[in-house]
T-cell receptor, first 111, second 113 residues
Framework: DTGVSQNPRHKITKRGQNVTFRCDPI?????LYWYRQTLGQGPEFLTY????????KSRLLSDRFSAERPKGSFSTLEIQRTEQGDSAMYLC?????????FGSGTQLSVL | GQQVMQIPQYQHVQEGEDFTTYCNSS?????IQWYKQRPGGHPVFLIQ?????EVKKQKRLTFQFGEAKKNSSLHITATQTTDVGTYFC?????????????FGQGTTLQVKP
């Protein structure tokens, strides 16, 4: 399968803990995006990489969130000191043009 | 800020009935994309419209882009149970060509067999 891969699929954590998610994009795609989706809403942009460079970060993203894409391949999204409001589906997408290919997402539940 | 709005939020139809969802942007869009998300799944790209007044068809699905490039619609003829899911429209933020999209809140379609 050469689609976008995300793991873990589900993560349950306690408030205050740190969590890290991984995304493996389609190999020939140079653009990688992180989106967040809550129930009943559309995906909301978090951040974007062109190769290894993080080119844009949403103003809505607090300093507790950090993303990396070393060597322009896979990416990680870390949330420090999680809060209940961080509970959501975290979607990764990659593209080589305008069309986005989404992964299956990581569902985060903060208790 | 830039907003993309969709109506209705939910639609329940009997199998075989038609379905339409409408998308409106607060700004003129260079293009608009439509995605489908099945229950428990992730968004999957359906189509992109670029030209003013453009109409594209995919089997029973008809997509339109408004003349002013601020609105769009998706019409499904003779719905089937396989059409169940949430349909999102999305447009680029500003004049961005980075692929960063602003999504509508989606229209969830339920089809009764």
């Amino acid at each position: 399968d050469t689609g976008v891969s995300q793991n873990p699929r589900h993560k349950i954590t306690k408030r205050g803990q740190n969590v890290t998610f991984r995304c493996d994009p389609i190999s020939e795609h140079n653009r990688l995006y992180w989106y967040r989706q809550t129930l009943g809403q559309g995906p909301e942009f978090l951040t974007y990489f062109q190769n290894e460079a993080q080119l844009e970060k949403s103003r809505l993203l607090s300093d507790r969130f950090s993303a990396e894409r070393p060597k322009g391949s896979f990416s990680t999204l870390e949330i420090q000191r999680t809060e209940q409001g961080d509970s959501a589906m975290y979607l990764c997408a990659s593209s080589s043009g305008r069309k986005l290919f989404f992964g299956s997402g990581t569902q985060l539940s903060v208790l | 800020g830039q907003q993309v709005m969709q109506i209705p939020q939910y639609q329940h139809v009997q199998e075989g009935e038609d379905f339409t969802t409408y998308c409106n942007s607060s700004t003129t869009l260079s293009n608009i994309q439509w995605y489908k998300q099945r229950p428990g799944g992730h968004p999957v790209f359906l189509i992109q419209l670029v030209k003013s007044g453009e109409v594209k068809k995919q089997k029973r699905l008809t997509f339109q882009f408004g003349e002013a490039k601020k609105n769009s619609s998706l019409h499904i003829t003779a719905t089937q149970t396989t059409d169940v899911g949430t349909y999102f429209c999305a447009g680029p933020e500003g004049s961005s060509n980075t692929g960063k999209l602003i999504f509508g809140q989606g229209t969830t379609l339920q089809v009764k067999p």
